[in-house]
C-alpha cells in the first residue's frame, strides 16, 4: 500500500491562465501521467490510501502523455561511410592524463581512416603537437597511399 500526503500539495494545482484541476486530471499529474484506468484501478482496489472517489466524468486528455506516446521515426542506418581510403579521417586529442608515459607525454591524439577503419596513435607532451602530428600523417599517408586527404573531422576542441 502507498501512502501519499497531500497536506502541503494543496486540493488543486493552479496555472496562470488556466482552469483549476481536481479530481482524477489532478491526479493523474501528481503520480507521473499514469494512465487514467491504471488510476481507477488504484482507487478501487484501495491501493494508495487518500485517494479520493472519482466521478464517473470521463477525465481529459493529457498532452503530456499524448506527446510521451507519439511515435519517433528510428536514425538512419546508412551512415556517411567513405568510398575510398583517406576520403575521411576522424581525429581527436585524449588528456591530461593523470600519470606520464615513459616518453614523458600525458596526451595522445588518434586518427582514424572512415573507409578502412585504420587508426594512428601518436603520444604528445603539449596539446601544441598537434597540428605538427597531423602534418606528419598526412605526409606520410599521402605518400604511401598516392592519394589525398580530402576531409578531416574532429570533435572541435579546438586542437587544430
Known amino acids: 500500500m502507498f501512502i501519499l500526503n497531500t497536506n502541503d500539495v494543496g486540493a488543486a494545482l493552479f496555472a496562470k491562465g488556466q482552469k483549476v484541476e481536481s479530481g482524477i486530471d489532478l491526479w493523474h499529474k501528481r503520480i507521473g501521467h499514469v494512465n487514467y484506468q491504471r488510476l481507477q484501478d488504484l482507487q478501487s482496489k484501495q491501493v494508495v490510501f487518500g485517494l479520493p472517489k472519482f466521478s464517473g466524468r470521463k477525465a481529459q486528455i493529457c498532452e503530456a502523455f499524448q506527446l510521451g506516446k ?59 603537437e598537434v597540428f605538427d602530428c597531423f602534418w606528419n600523417l598526412k605526409n606520410l599517408v599521402e605518400r604511401e597511399t598516392g592519394r589525398k586527404i580530402k576531409c578531416l573531422r574532429s570533435v572541435g576542441g579546438k586542437e587544430y
Open 70 to 128: 507519439q511515435h519517433r521515426l528510428p536514425f538512419p542506418n546508412e551512415r556517411n561511410q567513405s568510398r575510398n581510403k583517406l576520403d575521411l579521417i576522424h581525429s581527436d586529442v585524449w588528456g591530461p592524463a593523470q600519470n606520464m608515459s615513459f616518453g614523458g607525454s600525458r596526451y595522445f591524439v588518434s586518427f582514424i581512416d572512415d573507409y578502412s577503419r585504420h587508426t594512428w596513435i601518436y603520444l604528445i607532451e603539449k596539446k601544441s
